[in-house]
């Protein structure tokens, strides 16, 4: 059903009110006036009669038709009433307007029969004879107890229907006017009302958009007033309530957008209520578009799947490490807990993701390291002792042999001594026994790299190839000295090592843009491209046994670039098989 606005319920009510009123009181007056009207002419009806009535009885005495007949037309005449006198038979003797011969019977005539019986006869209706509306009085005509006949007078009553008519007319129009008058103040009284009660329905409308700060207006009526200020202050206490709601809001999501953790929280139906930055990063989304949304459209990943519907529907918090492939597979810790509602029922669940993946790559590196340590030393050592063995249980009776299984110990020895070395430069370069801040302000790198010619030069010697320095003197770092001669020397040994006689290994330092760059270049046997990407790692060697046979322990290289990281900078390598290679290193100088 349509709604009608409050005034159209109010106005046609008030109307109807105004318009019955007047109404009745126009009927009132009308009928109030007519009925004193008919009893003025009833009452001088009578007297009339009354007055008539010795005269006719006289004449009707006499005997004489035509003196009552002249008697009723003169009386008749002068007093403008109509009288007729009827015998007892109903036979009409005179009347003042008609020819009485030629009128009918007059004994049904209900005031005639009223008055034969005695009494006095009244009768207001319409006269065929004359054409109008009439009152009738008739009363009987009495000499000496004997009813001679009946006197009846009349006058026509038309009068009282135009005057009537004409105050009708009258009151009509007064009325109207007072309607009209009437309506519009209603028409005023309703807006009056209505209008306040339209101004609290703007407002609360406005309140329920959020416009808190509007006030609703209070000089109406005191209930109005009331009304606006219980709203109003009801507008406050929300006002207040949401900017709690929305600080905690905001606060809740500075801290999961801060954290670290994936977290994500599911309804029952594994629609996706809210979720943090970290987590759509996880799962290769953004936060607007995967809300709202069911889990399986944002999420491809079984295993996060079952994780979740175990979370949803296991009474405890459960534990499991998930892999995510996105650009790269990174494994997460996912802590799993179903949310619960006020019966305990399940309402829900939150995952948190927490990204292992380096502490799962170190703990591999540690097992690989520990396996590879194990494995370098054990070579080494299987050797001593196999020839310690033999020495003791059946030395040689030759003594050049006995010489030799010696120095096979003694070479064994001294690949055992370098690997520790290595070892533990390696672990104290990673340990970050030496703080950035001990690298020297100014250091010159041209004496670093003439330190480091210096110590290969018996090895360069016995290879019978030369290494040339070229590096402008001025040049100047921040760098730790004797941690960058090891780099330098650790690659002058390998450009040695793999050179044949005669060759050149150029170790050059020059300013490129802003940073340091020191290159060794050699022209031996080269490193074959499928090698390259791996050969800074710990331990990896293109050729194991001629690295071992040249007592190289597989550490050189690994231990170069932590030096250059160390120095915030990295390392780099180019090759050619059997054209040679060159290593550099790369330090930013701000
Ligand atoms: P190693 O102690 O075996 O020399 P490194 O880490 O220093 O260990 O070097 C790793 C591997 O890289 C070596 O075994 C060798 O095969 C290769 N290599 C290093 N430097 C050169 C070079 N200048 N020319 C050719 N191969 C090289």
Known sequence: MARRALIWHLFPIYLLVIILSLLSVVAYTVLSFRTFYLEQVRLDLKSRAALLHDQVVEQLNAGDGDALQELCDSLGHSSLTRITV???????????????????????????????????????????????????????????????????????????????????????????????????????????????????????????????????????????????????????????????????????????????????????????????????????????????????????????????????????????????????????????????????????????????????RLERVRQDFVANVSHELRTPITSIKGFVETLLEAPPSDATESKRFLEIVAKNATQLSALIDDLLSLSRIEQGEIPADTLLEGSNVRDVLCHAQHMSDPAAKRRGVLVRILCDDAITARLHPSLLQQAVLNLVDNAIKYSEEGQQIIVEARMVASSLLITVSDTGTGISSEHLPRLFERFYRVDKARSRDQGGTGLGLAIVKHIAELHGGSVAVKSTPGLGSTFEIRIPVR
């Open 86 to 360: 009827i015998l007892p038979t109903g036979r009409v003797v005179a009347d003042s307007e008609q020819n009485a011969a030629g009128m009918d019977n007059h004994s049904g005539r209900v005031e005639v029969k009223q008055a034969l019986n005695g009494g006095l006869g009244y009768s207001v209706r319409f006269s065929d004879t004359l054409d109008k509306q009439m009152m009738y009085i008739a009363t009987p005509l009495l000499s000496a107890k004997a009813t001679l006949g009946v006197l009846r007078v009349a006058l026509p009553i038309t009068a009282i229907d135009d005057t009537l008519r004409s105050v009708f007319r009258r009151l009509a129009y007064g009325s109207l006017l007072i309607a009209l008058v009437a309506a519009a103040a209603s028409w005023v009284v309703a807006r009056r009302i209505t209008r306040p009660l339209r101004a609290l329905g703007h407002g609360a409308e406005r309140f329920a958009r959020g416009e808190f700060a509007h006030k609703l207006e209070t000089h109406h009526s005191q209930e109005i007033d009331a009304l606006a200020d219980t709203m109003n202050q009801m507008a406050a206490e929300l006002n207040e309530r949401m900017n709690t709601v929305l600080r905690q809001k905001r606060e809740q999501d500075a801290v999961l957008s801060s954290m670290v953790e994936g977290v994500i929280a599911v309804d029952s139906e594994v629609r996706i209520i809210s979720l943090n930055g970290t987590a759509a990063t996880i799962f290769g989304t953004d936060v607007t578009r995967a809300t709202g949304k069911k889990v399986a459209e944002v999420v491809r990943n079984s295993s996060f799947h079952q994780f979740l519907d175990r979370a949803l529907h296991s009474g405890e918090s459960i534990e499991e490490e998930i892999v995510f492939h996105v650009d790269e597979p990174r494994t997460y810790h996912a802590h799993g807990t179903a949310l619960r509602g006020d019966r305990g029922q399940s309402i829900g669940a939150v995952i948190v993701l927490h990204d292992v993946t380096r502490v799962r």
